[in-house]
Protein backbone atom coordinates (compact mmCIF):
# COMPACT_ATOMS: atom_id res chain seq x y z
CA UNK A 1 0.00 0.00 0.00
CA UNK A 2 1.08 3.38 -0.82
CA UNK A 3 2.23 6.09 2.04
CA UNK A 4 -0.58 8.14 3.43
CA UNK A 5 -1.57 11.69 2.43
CA UNK A 6 -0.76 14.92 4.84
CA UNK A 7 -2.55 17.59 4.92
CA UNK A 8 -1.37 20.13 7.25
CA UNK A 9 -4.16 22.29 8.93
CA UNK A 10 -4.33 25.37 10.41
CA UNK A 11 -6.31 25.98 14.09
CA UNK A 12 -9.32 27.74 14.43
CA UNK A 13 -7.99 30.59 16.22
CA UNK A 14 -5.40 31.68 13.76
CA UNK A 15 -7.81 30.69 10.68
CA UNK A 16 -11.57 31.44 11.61
CA UNK A 17 -12.85 31.09 8.23
CA UNK A 18 -11.55 27.15 7.54
CA UNK A 19 -9.71 28.40 4.48
CA UNK A 20 -6.85 26.01 4.89
CA UNK A 21 -9.47 22.53 5.46
CA UNK A 22 -9.65 23.08 1.45
CA UNK A 23 -7.02 21.18 0.90
CA UNK A 24 -9.23 17.73 3.32
CA UNK A 25 -11.33 16.87 -0.25
CA UNK A 26 -8.35 16.91 -2.71
CA UNK A 27 -6.36 15.14 0.51
CA UNK A 28 -9.36 12.57 0.45
CA UNK A 29 -9.46 11.94 -3.26
CA UNK A 30 -5.90 11.21 -4.05
CA UNK A 31 -5.67 9.00 -1.02
CA UNK A 32 -8.98 7.17 -2.71
CA UNK A 33 -7.53 7.07 -5.54
CA UNK A 34 -4.55 5.48 -4.29
CA UNK A 35 -6.09 3.25 -1.69
CA UNK A 36 -4.52 4.91 1.31
CA UNK A 37 -5.23 6.60 3.87
CA UNK A 38 -5.09 10.62 4.89
CA UNK A 39 -3.31 12.23 8.38
CA UNK A 40 -4.71 15.51 9.30
CA UNK A 41 -1.31 17.21 10.63
CA UNK A 42 -1.06 20.58 12.85
CA UNK A 43 1.90 21.68 14.53
CA UNK A 44 2.35 24.04 17.27
CA UNK A 45 5.67 26.21 16.98
CA UNK A 46 7.15 27.43 20.42
CA UNK A 47 10.44 29.59 19.62
CA UNK A 48 12.78 30.54 22.11
CA UNK A 49 11.55 34.18 22.68
CA UNK A 50 8.35 33.22 22.92
CA UNK A 51 9.29 30.35 25.16
CA UNK A 52 11.28 33.29 27.21
CA UNK A 53 8.37 35.54 26.93
CA UNK A 54 5.76 33.34 28.63
CA UNK A 55 8.36 32.73 31.31
CA UNK A 56 8.01 35.89 31.65
CA UNK A 57 5.04 36.29 32.19
CA UNK A 58 5.08 33.55 34.48
CA UNK A 59 3.37 30.94 32.68
CA UNK A 60 4.78 27.14 32.86
CA UNK A 61 5.81 26.76 29.52
CA UNK A 62 5.87 22.99 29.31
CA UNK A 63 2.37 22.28 30.66
CA UNK A 64 0.83 25.02 28.59
CA UNK A 65 2.68 23.17 25.53
CA UNK A 66 1.16 19.81 26.44
CA UNK A 67 -2.28 21.49 27.28
CA UNK A 68 -2.52 23.31 23.27
CA UNK A 69 -1.23 19.61 21.76
CA UNK A 70 -4.34 18.47 23.04
CA UNK A 71 -7.15 20.73 22.60
CA UNK A 72 -4.66 20.51 18.77
CA UNK A 73 -5.56 16.68 18.93
CA UNK A 74 -8.88 17.28 19.76
CA UNK A 75 -10.07 19.53 17.44
CA UNK A 76 -8.25 17.36 14.43
CA UNK A 77 -10.04 13.96 15.66
CA UNK A 78 -13.52 15.90 15.98
CA UNK A 79 -12.77 17.36 12.04
CA UNK A 80 -11.32 13.23 11.02
CA UNK A 81 -14.19 11.78 12.17
CA UNK A 82 -16.53 13.90 9.78
CA UNK A 83 -14.32 12.04 6.75
CA UNK A 84 -16.24 8.63 4.74
CA UNK A 85 -14.23 6.37 2.50
CA UNK A 86 -10.98 6.53 3.93
CA UNK A 87 -9.01 5.99 6.83
CA UNK A 88 -7.63 8.46 8.69
CA UNK A 89 -5.04 9.03 11.47
CA UNK A 90 -4.96 12.87 13.18
CA UNK A 91 -1.25 14.28 14.33
CA UNK A 92 -0.13 17.57 16.48
CA UNK A 93 3.63 18.19 17.04
CA UNK A 94 5.79 20.87 18.35
CA UNK A 95 8.15 22.23 16.16
CA UNK A 96 8.89 24.84 13.05
CA UNK A 97 5.69 24.03 10.72
CA UNK A 98 7.69 23.84 7.81
CA UNK A 99 10.71 21.46 8.50
CA UNK A 100 8.15 19.60 10.71
CA UNK A 101 5.47 18.76 7.89
CA UNK A 102 8.62 17.73 5.86
CA UNK A 103 10.01 15.47 8.20
CA UNK A 104 6.36 13.91 8.77
CA UNK A 105 6.17 13.13 5.40
CA UNK A 106 9.78 11.81 5.46
CA UNK A 107 9.52 9.72 8.28
CA UNK A 108 5.82 8.00 7.30
CA UNK A 109 7.01 8.17 3.48
CA UNK A 110 4.00 10.12 2.15
CA UNK A 111 2.65 9.77 -0.98
CA UNK A 112 2.13 13.06 -1.67
CA UNK A 113 1.27 17.02 0.25
CA UNK A 114 -2.42 18.39 0.30
CA UNK A 115 -1.48 21.91 1.59
CA UNK A 116 -3.93 25.02 1.45
CA UNK A 117 -1.95 28.32 -0.35
CA UNK A 118 -4.23 31.07 1.69
CA UNK A 119 -4.93 32.02 -1.88
CA UNK A 120 -5.66 36.19 -1.39
CA UNK A 121 -7.63 35.60 1.83
CA UNK A 122 -6.46 37.97 5.14
CA UNK A 123 -6.07 35.10 7.08
CA UNK A 124 -2.39 34.28 6.24
CA UNK A 125 -0.29 35.14 3.78
CA UNK A 126 0.07 34.46 -0.44
CA UNK A 127 2.51 31.32 -1.39
CA UNK A 128 5.35 33.41 -1.15
CA UNK A 129 6.68 33.71 2.24
CA UNK A 130 4.80 31.33 3.56
CA UNK A 131 5.11 27.70 4.81
CA UNK A 132 3.29 26.09 2.11
CA UNK A 133 5.98 27.82 0.04
CA UNK A 134 8.67 26.77 2.30
CA UNK A 135 7.50 22.83 2.21
CA UNK A 136 7.41 23.40 -1.34
CA UNK A 137 10.65 24.03 -1.53
CA UNK A 138 12.01 20.97 0.62
CA UNK A 139 9.78 18.56 0.12
CA UNK A 140 10.47 15.01 -1.62
CA UNK A 141 7.33 14.26 -2.04
CA UNK A 142 4.82 15.66 -4.63
CA UNK A 143 2.69 18.45 -3.30
CA UNK A 144 -0.65 19.80 -4.54
CA UNK A 145 -1.21 23.25 -3.59
CA UNK A 146 -5.07 24.19 -3.18
CA UNK A 147 -6.35 27.94 -3.47
CA UNK A 148 -8.10 28.72 -0.22
CA UNK A 149 -11.33 30.10 -0.94
CA UNK A 150 -14.83 30.93 0.82
CA UNK A 151 -16.86 28.84 1.29
CA UNK A 152 -14.57 26.07 2.35
CA UNK A 153 -16.04 23.12 1.11
CA UNK A 154 -16.91 19.87 3.30
CA UNK A 155 -14.41 17.15 4.15
CA UNK A 156 -16.48 14.92 1.91
CA UNK A 157 -17.10 17.55 -1.39
CA UNK A 158 -16.72 15.80 -4.32
CA UNK A 159 -13.89 17.18 -6.31
CA UNK A 160 -12.87 16.55 -9.62
CA UNK A 161 -8.69 15.44 -10.66
CA UNK A 162 -8.93 14.84 -13.83
CA UNK A 163 -8.24 15.99 -16.69
CA UNK A 164 -4.88 17.03 -15.76
CA UNK A 165 -3.19 20.04 -17.66
CA UNK A 166 0.73 19.27 -17.90
CA UNK A 167 2.58 22.73 -19.16
CA UNK A 168 6.04 21.10 -21.02
CA UNK A 169 8.75 23.39 -21.89
CA UNK A 170 11.18 21.00 -23.84
CA UNK A 171 12.74 19.79 -21.16
CA UNK A 172 13.26 16.30 -19.51
CA UNK A 173 12.65 17.61 -15.80
CA UNK A 174 9.22 19.45 -16.92
CA UNK A 175 8.18 15.87 -18.25
CA UNK A 176 9.08 14.35 -15.08
CA UNK A 177 5.57 15.73 -13.33
CA UNK A 178 3.97 13.44 -16.39
CA UNK A 179 5.24 10.42 -14.81
CA UNK A 180 4.06 11.57 -11.23
CA UNK A 181 1.20 12.00 -11.93
CA UNK A 182 0.14 8.97 -13.32
CA UNK A 183 2.22 7.55 -10.14
CA UNK A 184 -0.11 9.39 -7.64
CA UNK A 185 -3.72 9.53 -9.98
CA UNK A 186 -3.41 7.07 -12.37
CA UNK A 187 -5.22 4.37 -10.15
CA UNK A 188 -8.70 3.25 -9.03
CA UNK A 189 -11.78 3.22 -11.25
CA UNK A 190 -11.70 6.94 -12.34
CA UNK A 191 -10.43 7.67 -16.01
CA UNK A 192 -7.27 9.61 -15.85
CA UNK A 193 -7.00 12.18 -18.92
CA UNK A 194 -4.53 14.59 -19.67
CA UNK A 195 -3.62 17.49 -21.48
CA UNK A 196 -0.43 18.45 -22.31
CA UNK A 197 0.44 22.11 -23.00
CA UNK A 198 3.48 24.47 -24.54
CA UNK A 199 2.83 28.28 -24.53
CA UNK A 200 5.10 29.98 -27.62
CA UNK A 201 7.24 32.47 -27.67
CA UNK A 202 7.93 34.87 -29.97
CA UNK A 203 10.74 32.93 -32.05
CA UNK A 204 9.90 29.85 -31.46
CA UNK A 205 8.43 27.27 -34.61
CA UNK A 206 4.75 25.87 -33.78
CA UNK A 207 5.85 22.84 -36.28
CA UNK A 208 8.85 21.59 -33.84
CA UNK A 209 6.58 21.84 -30.67
CA UNK A 210 4.02 19.94 -32.55
CA UNK A 211 6.35 17.28 -33.34
CA UNK A 212 7.58 17.42 -29.56
CA UNK A 213 4.40 17.40 -27.84
CA UNK A 214 2.83 14.50 -30.26
CA UNK A 215 5.85 12.60 -29.44
CA UNK A 216 5.59 12.70 -25.62
CA UNK A 217 1.87 12.01 -26.37
CA UNK A 218 2.36 8.60 -28.02
CA UNK A 219 4.33 7.68 -25.15
CA UNK A 220 2.08 8.31 -22.42
CA UNK A 221 -0.93 6.52 -24.72
CA UNK A 222 0.95 3.26 -25.04
CA UNK A 223 0.76 3.29 -21.35
CA UNK A 224 -2.91 3.08 -21.82
CA UNK A 225 -3.99 6.59 -20.94
CA UNK A 226 -5.97 9.22 -22.29
CA UNK A 227 -3.79 12.66 -23.56
CA UNK A 228 -3.89 15.48 -26.18
CA UNK A 229 -1.86 18.26 -26.48
CA UNK A 230 -2.23 22.33 -27.54
CA UNK A 231 0.13 25.24 -27.94
CA UNK A 232 -0.61 28.49 -26.92
CA UNK A 233 0.60 32.21 -27.17
CA UNK A 234 0.45 34.73 -24.34
CA UNK A 235 2.34 35.32 -20.93
CA UNK A 236 3.36 31.57 -19.37
CA UNK A 237 1.55 31.80 -15.91
CA UNK A 238 -1.27 34.09 -17.05
CA UNK A 239 -2.09 31.54 -20.15
CA UNK A 240 -1.65 28.09 -18.41
CA UNK A 241 -4.12 29.37 -16.15
CA UNK A 242 -6.52 30.46 -18.94
CA UNK A 243 -5.89 27.00 -20.54
CA UNK A 244 -6.71 25.39 -17.28
CA UNK A 245 -9.84 27.11 -16.80
CA UNK A 246 -10.76 26.75 -20.35
CA UNK A 247 -10.85 23.10 -20.13
CA UNK A 248 -12.12 22.74 -16.51
CA UNK A 249 -8.90 21.28 -15.44
CA UNK A 250 -8.87 19.37 -11.78
CA UNK A 251 -5.09 19.79 -11.75
CA UNK A 252 -2.48 21.77 -13.15
CA UNK A 253 0.77 19.47 -12.69
CA UNK A 254 4.26 20.94 -13.36
CA UNK A 255 7.40 21.07 -12.09
CA UNK A 256 8.78 23.59 -9.28
CA UNK A 257 11.54 24.73 -11.08
CA UNK A 258 11.31 22.93 -14.27
CA UNK A 259 13.56 24.33 -17.22
CA UNK A 260 16.61 26.76 -15.88
CA UNK A 261 15.72 25.06 -12.53
CA UNK A 262 18.80 26.65 -11.23
CA UNK A 263 17.58 30.10 -12.24
CA UNK A 264 14.73 29.25 -10.48
CA UNK A 265 15.37 28.50 -7.30
CA UNK A 266 17.27 31.52 -7.50
CA UNK A 267 15.04 34.00 -8.45
CA UNK A 268 11.50 32.11 -8.06
CA UNK A 269 9.25 29.64 -9.42
CA UNK A 270 6.85 30.39 -12.51
CA UNK A 271 4.71 27.61 -10.15
CA UNK A 272 3.71 30.48 -8.24
CA UNK A 273 2.75 33.00 -10.53
CA UNK A 274 0.36 29.89 -12.24
CA UNK A 275 -1.20 29.53 -8.45
CA UNK A 276 -1.40 33.13 -8.09
CA UNK A 277 -3.35 33.17 -11.44
CA UNK A 278 -5.79 30.11 -11.16
CA UNK A 279 -8.01 28.74 -8.77
CA UNK A 280 -7.41 25.16 -10.31
CA UNK A 281 -4.53 23.52 -7.88
CA UNK A 282 -1.14 22.56 -8.91
CA UNK A 283 0.21 19.40 -8.22
CA UNK A 284 3.65 20.29 -8.15
CA UNK A 285 6.76 17.82 -8.40
CA UNK A 286 10.47 18.78 -7.26
CA UNK A 287 13.58 17.69 -9.40
CA UNK A 288 16.66 16.69 -7.59
CA UNK A 289 18.78 20.23 -7.53
CA UNK A 290 21.88 17.45 -8.88
CA UNK A 291 19.32 16.24 -12.17
CA UNK A 292 18.96 20.30 -12.70
CA UNK A 293 22.38 21.39 -12.44
CA UNK A 294 23.43 18.18 -15.09
CA UNK A 295 20.99 19.00 -17.49
CA UNK A 296 21.24 22.88 -17.07
CA UNK A 297 25.17 23.60 -17.34
CA UNK A 298 27.36 23.73 -20.23
CA UNK A 299 30.11 21.99 -19.11
CA UNK A 300 29.18 18.36 -20.59
CA UNK A 301 30.43 15.64 -18.32
CA UNK A 302 33.10 17.72 -16.66
CA UNK A 303 31.56 17.88 -13.00
CA UNK A 304 31.93 21.94 -11.91
CA UNK A 305 33.38 21.71 -8.23
CA UNK A 306 32.74 24.50 -4.85
CA UNK A 307 36.47 25.56 -5.61
CA UNK A 308 34.94 26.34 -8.95
CA UNK A 309 33.06 28.79 -8.04
CA UNK A 310 33.65 30.15 -5.12
CA UNK A 311 34.86 33.48 -3.87
CA UNK A 312 38.54 32.78 -2.61
CA UNK A 313 39.87 34.80 0.45
CA UNK A 314 36.83 36.81 1.07
CA UNK A 315 36.09 39.92 3.47
CA UNK A 316 36.47 38.68 6.88
CA UNK A 317 36.59 39.93 10.48
CA UNK A 318 37.67 39.39 13.66
CA UNK A 319 35.79 37.91 16.35
CA UNK A 320 36.49 41.40 18.13
CA UNK A 321 35.18 43.69 15.49
CA UNK A 322 32.41 46.05 16.96
CA UNK A 323 28.65 45.67 14.54
CA UNK A 324 29.22 49.02 13.40
CA UNK A 325 32.59 47.87 11.81
CA UNK A 326 30.83 44.96 10.54
CA UNK A 327 28.44 46.99 8.40
CA UNK A 328 30.61 49.42 7.20
CA UNK A 329 32.24 46.79 5.52
CA UNK A 330 29.18 45.23 4.37
CA UNK A 331 27.85 48.68 2.54
CA UNK A 332 31.66 48.91 1.39
CA UNK A 333 32.06 45.84 -0.51
CA UNK A 334 28.36 45.29 -1.35
CA UNK A 335 27.84 41.76 0.12
CA UNK A 336 25.02 40.45 2.32
CA UNK A 337 26.96 38.42 4.93
CA UNK A 338 30.74 38.63 6.77
CA UNK A 339 32.33 35.49 8.11
CA UNK A 340 33.67 36.11 11.20
CA UNK A 341 37.31 34.09 11.76
CA UNK A 342 39.80 33.66 14.82
CA UNK A 343 43.17 34.47 14.54
CA UNK A 344 44.41 31.39 13.43
CA UNK A 345 41.67 31.17 10.77
CA UNK A 346 39.17 28.95 12.22
CA UNK A 347 35.59 29.67 11.28
CA UNK A 348 33.53 31.44 14.27
CA UNK A 349 30.36 32.05 12.15
CA UNK A 350 28.66 34.49 10.03
CA UNK A 351 27.30 37.73 10.15
CA UNK A 352 24.02 38.30 7.25
CA UNK A 353 22.36 41.72 6.55
CA UNK A 354 19.02 40.11 7.42
CA UNK A 355 20.70 40.04 11.32
CA UNK A 356 20.36 44.09 11.48
CA UNK A 357 16.87 43.93 10.56
CA UNK A 358 14.31 43.43 13.24
CA UNK A 359 12.71 40.50 12.47
CA UNK A 360 8.72 40.08 13.47
CA UNK A 361 8.77 36.06 12.29
CA UNK A 362 5.26 35.38 11.22
CA UNK A 363 4.45 32.12 13.16
CA UNK A 364 1.34 30.55 11.22
CA UNK A 365 0.68 27.16 13.33
CA UNK A 366 0.75 29.16 16.72
CA UNK A 367 -1.39 32.17 17.76
CA UNK A 368 2.00 34.39 18.98
CA UNK A 369 5.05 36.62 16.98
CA UNK A 370 8.34 37.08 18.70
CA UNK A 371 9.89 39.86 17.44
CA UNK A 372 14.05 39.64 17.63
CA UNK A 373 17.05 41.71 16.82
CA UNK A 374 20.29 40.23 17.24
CA UNK A 375 18.87 37.33 19.04
CA UNK A 376 17.22 39.05 21.38
CA UNK A 377 13.13 39.81 22.60
CA UNK A 378 12.63 43.19 22.59
CA UNK A 379 10.30 46.05 22.25
CA UNK A 380 9.55 47.55 19.25
CA UNK A 381 9.22 50.58 20.83
CA UNK A 382 12.95 50.38 22.22
CA UNK A 383 14.28 49.47 18.63
CA UNK A 384 16.24 52.73 18.48
CA UNK A 385 18.02 52.65 21.49
CA UNK A 386 18.88 48.71 20.64
CA UNK A 387 20.39 50.02 17.68
CA UNK A 388 22.83 52.42 19.55
CA UNK A 389 23.83 49.72 21.92
CA UNK A 390 24.57 47.29 19.20
CA UNK A 391 27.42 49.44 17.70
CA UNK A 392 29.90 48.61 20.35
CA UNK A 393 28.48 45.15 20.68
CA UNK A 394 30.84 42.28 19.06
CA UNK A 395 31.07 40.55 16.06
CA UNK A 396 32.06 37.24 18.13
CA UNK A 397 29.58 37.66 20.53
CA UNK A 398 26.39 37.96 17.76
CA UNK A 399 27.87 35.52 14.76
CA UNK A 400 25.91 32.75 14.10
CA UNK A 401 27.09 28.99 13.03
CA UNK A 402 26.22 28.51 9.30
CA UNK A 403 23.44 25.80 8.63
CA UNK A 404 26.03 24.52 6.30
CA UNK A 405 29.55 24.48 5.76
CA UNK A 406 31.51 23.62 2.14
CA UNK A 407 34.72 21.96 1.09
CA UNK A 408 37.09 22.75 -2.43
CA UNK A 409 36.03 19.00 -3.69
CA UNK A 410 32.53 19.22 -3.24
CA UNK A 411 30.47 19.44 -6.33
CA UNK A 412 27.74 22.14 -7.45
CA UNK A 413 25.19 19.98 -7.35
CA UNK A 414 25.77 18.21 -4.06
CA UNK A 415 26.15 22.23 -2.72
CA UNK A 416 23.10 23.52 -4.25
CA UNK A 417 21.12 20.65 -3.78
CA UNK A 418 21.78 21.64 0.32
CA UNK A 419 21.64 25.13 -0.17
CA UNK A 420 17.81 24.44 -1.57
CA UNK A 421 17.12 22.13 1.31
CA UNK A 422 18.22 24.27 3.66
CA UNK A 423 17.44 27.35 2.33
CA UNK A 424 20.49 29.34 2.43
CA UNK A 425 22.41 31.88 0.26
CA UNK A 426 25.85 32.11 1.81
CA UNK A 427 28.06 29.05 2.12
CA UNK A 428 31.68 29.14 4.10
CA UNK A 429 34.09 27.08 2.55
CA UNK A 430 36.31 25.32 4.80
CA UNK A 431 39.68 23.40 4.37
CA UNK A 432 40.49 21.79 7.82
CA UNK A 433 38.01 23.94 9.72
CA UNK A 434 39.61 27.51 8.28
CA UNK A 435 38.09 29.74 6.03
CA UNK A 436 39.29 29.30 2.50
CA UNK A 437 36.24 30.63 0.03
CA UNK A 438 32.44 31.65 0.20
CA UNK A 439 29.24 30.40 -1.86
CA UNK A 440 26.62 33.18 -2.66
CA UNK A 441 23.25 31.69 -4.75
CA UNK A 442 24.66 34.70 -6.69
CA UNK A 443 28.02 32.31 -7.70
CA UNK A 444 25.60 29.23 -8.90
CA UNK A 445 23.16 31.32 -11.06
CA UNK A 446 26.99 32.78 -12.55
CA UNK A 447 27.71 29.20 -13.01
CA UNK A 448 24.82 28.10 -14.72
CA UNK A 449 24.68 31.05 -16.69
CA UNK A 450 25.30 29.34 -19.90
CA UNK A 451 23.01 26.86 -19.82
CA UNK A 452 20.73 25.81 -22.81
CA UNK A 453 17.40 24.39 -23.16
CA UNK A 454 16.90 20.59 -24.74
CA UNK A 455 13.73 20.35 -26.62
CA UNK A 456 13.94 16.23 -25.98
Not at 91 to 103: D, F, H, L, M
Not at 288 to 302: K, L, S, W, Y
Not at 409 to 419: F, G
Amino acid sequence: MAGPVVVPILPTYLDPERVTHCAIPYGRAIAQRLGTGIVLLSVVEITESLRSYLEAEGEQVDQLVQRWLSQRREAIEKLAQTLTDVPYHVEARIGEPAKEIVAFADERQAAALVMSSHGRIGVARLLVGSVTFTVAQRVRQPLIVVRARVPVPAPNAIVHLSPVLVPLDGSSLAEEAIDTTLQLLGHGTEPLDLHLLHVLTDDEQPAEWERYLEGVAQRIRSRGYRVDWSLAHGPVAETIAAEAARRHAGLIAMGTHGMSGVRRVLLGSTAEHVLHASAVPLLLHRPRAARRIVEETAEGPQTLRVRDIMTPSPVTVGPDATLEQVARLMLEHQIGAIPVVAPDGQLIGLIREEDFLMQERPIPFSAFQAPQLFGRWIDPERLEQLYAEARSLKAGDIAREPEITATEEMTLSDLAERMVERDVRHVPVLRDGRLVGIVTRHDILKAVARSRPSHG
